[in-house]
């Protein structure tokens, strides 16, 4: 059977072993909640809310900025850069959990924009010659 809990998981990109480490739980527990042996109390439930909530925050302004660097980047002949975490280090850098996380935001991001937008689109690991935009450190796009 099909959870909330499990879709609010998979909507945030984790797995079984990173919600138990973000909800600090046992993943068998985690594995219970999202198969519907047993319920996920309230605070784990409303943990996953929050980050989703958060993902799609980071998500919209990436989107802004991806707008607002689109007519640029085509008049320099550039993609725009939608930067992703390489590893759990850079997205806890970040202010994110893990990887998966981060990498949920773009796929928010791309989800959202049209097949000409996502054309000019190119992901590629945080560098240093990139700047960001959009909020949470998630797009970044070269000058």
Known sequence: METAF????????MSFEET???????AITIKHWCNGTEI???????????????IN????????AI??????AA????????SIAPN????????????????AIARRVLERLTPEMIAQVKLAPYSADTRPIGGQSVTKYRH
Do not use: D, Y
């Not at 499990?6 to 990109?13: E, H």
């Not at 925050?57 to 802004?64: P, T, V």
């Not at 806890?92 to 981060?102: D, K, N």
């Open 57 to 64: 925050k980071a998500a919209n302004k990436a989107i802004i």
């Open 75 to 82: 008049q320099q002949n550039r993609p725009i850069i939608l």
């Open 20 to 26: 138990a480490e973000f909800l600090a739980k046992e």
């Open 40 to 54: 996920a109390p309230q605070t784990a439930r409303v943990e996953l809310f929050k980050l989703t909530k958060r």
């Open 88 to 103: 759990n280090m850079e997205a806890r850098m970040r202010g994110w959990p893990f990887a998966s996380v981060h990498n």
């Open 6 to 13: 499990n879709l609010l998981r998979q909507s945030c990109g």
């Open 67 to 72: 707008h607002t660097a689109r007519k640029r």
